[in-house]
């Protein structure tokens, strides 16, 4: 039979799990690695294929690791949508989810994001880009309601985006959705105070536009506009108006939202010949502004580290990593649980003197059949890392390894490196074209996790 998992209930998984990740005592990771190639496919070469939720992948992804750092930030994240000149949004919907639509808001250039209640029609009920910027502090409107620029769009300002947000959080497929307000000079008050006058303002049960779903004949060709008549249960009754052309409804402008609507129905206050026939457009309960990740409909959480160079000797440079994960609760050789910031995950060999390989090496020994990839030479020690196109053969302390040329001894061969790879719960894999760091680089890992 048909049926739906609801939003709530992606929405209440993914509050659980930012809750997890930002208050719990569990520790959450993201981690980097496979510095080697993706396995070839036909001309592909080196292409980052999309990962299959089984456990061989999860295992290839912990051979793979080279270093993990612990969560730095969380937060709910809806798709970027910049507002731009000429472009045509859509009007948020109790019908729509954000599968079907992500353009029902924007943000605009003073990072502030405003829903769209309304679009811009002409005189015939067709619709118009946007060309004028929704931005309460420039057009000197309450950035408390809902407003109407001069192209006909309607707009409700929900939040704006604080620079620590901007800072942490921002990216160019995604915007942080949290409890932050306006930072433009024009507001004398502080930021979360704002945010929560919008929130403290937000009407449950409003009709906020009427949509027309057939518009009828008859009406009258000398008016451009007639009344709307509202019936339902609202405890503030709303009103609006029919915009005609050629005798037909192309349009209802809301003059009063209302309050406390569950059901309504729209009538034209006009003599017709065939009636039209007007959908209701309602809010939630709590009311659009009451809660910025119900009204943008989005169940993501983003997660982030910021790496920096070394980052203390736990992270290398001057070599590649072409996967990110993210680990919950991972446990030392020793089997405690892990709570560095940071930490390198290779298995390493010491070898009797000074390291000759480079990362991206292969070093192999000929009698015992080992081989591994060469991630990082630092002085005599070489950490590297087994999967499955190498093998997992270990290495004989009694043989040299060899890249083909040089060959070296070796005294101390050690497994497990600051934590146990198979330790810990693998929720997210994520393959990506290389990538490569250097020591003045700082890498900003986002991770955008969608329940």
């Not at 009007?91 to 990072?111: G, H, I, L, P, R």
Request: proline fraction near 6%.
């Amino acid at each position: 039979m048909p049926a739906i998992v609801r939003q709530t209930l992606s929405r209440t998984l993914a509050r659980q799990f930012l809750e997890d990740v930002i208050n719990s005592s569990n520790e959450y990771y993201i981690g980097i690695g496979k510095s080697d190639v993706f396995p070839t496919s036909g001309d592909d070469v080196d292409h980052p294929y999309t990962p299959i939720d089984g456990s061989f992948e999860e295992r290839e992804f912990r051979h793979n690791l080279q270093s993990i750092k612990k969560v730095e930030g969380a937060i709910f994240v809806a798709p970027r949508v910049n507002w731009s000149a000429n472009d045509i949004y859509d009007a948020w919907s109790d019908k729509v989810n954000a599968d079907e639509a992500t353009n029902f808001f924007v943000m605009n250039s003073a990072k502030e994001v405003y829903l769209c209640l309304e679009q811009g029609t002409r005189y015939d009920g067709q619709t118009i880009p946007s060309t004028i910027e929704p931005n309460y502090c420039e057009l000197n409107v309450d950035y408390k309601k809902p407003f109407r620029t001069a192209d006909n769009y309607v707009w409700k300002f929900l939040f704006a985006l604080t620079p620590q947000n901007i800072y942490q959080y921002l990216s160019t497929n995604h915007i942080p959705v949290g409890l932050t307000g306006p930072t433009s000079k024009c507001n004398a008050d502080g930021i979360e105070d704002l945010q929560l006058n919008v929130m403290n303002a937000a009407v449950g049960g409003e009709i906020i536009r009427g949509e027309v779903v057939s518009g009828g004949s008859g009406y009258p060709t000398e008016s451009t506009t007639v009344p709307c008549i509202v019936h339902g249960d609202g405890t503030k009754t709303a009103s609006g108006e029919a915009v005609l052309y050629n005798g037909s409804v192309v349009g209802v402008r809301m003059i009063e939202f209302g309050e406390g609507y569950t059901e309504a129905t729209i009538l034209v206050d006009a003599a017709n010949t065939e009636p039209c026939v007007i959908r209701a457009v309602i809010t939630p309960p709590s009311g659009l502004g009451a809660d910025p990740v119900d009204d943008l409909k989005t169940s993501s959480v983003l997660l982030n580290i910021k790496p920096d160079g070394k980052e203390g000797n736990t992270f290398i440079v001057e070599n590649t990593f072409r996967q990110i994960g993210v680990i919950k609760n991972p446990l030392t050789p020793e089997g405690q649980p892990y709570t560095q910031v940071s930490g390198k995950v290779m298995s390493s060999l010491t070898l009797s003197s000074s390291s000759p390989y480079k990362s991206g090496d292969v070093i192999y020994q000929e009698n015992s059949g080992a081989r591994a990839y060469v991630n990082e030479s630092v002085d005599e020690f070489v950490f590297y890392h087994q999967n499955e196109s190498t093998g997992f053969i270990p290495f004989d302390p009694s043989e040299s390894v060899t890249d083909g040329t040089t060959p070296s001894s070796f005294s101390v061969l050690t497994d497990k490196y600051e934590i146990d790879r198979h330790s810990g719960d693998v929720l997210y894999i994520e393959n990506r074209s290389r990538i490569r760091r250097d020591a003045e680089q700082q890498e900003d890992i986002k991770v955008v996790i969608t329940i």
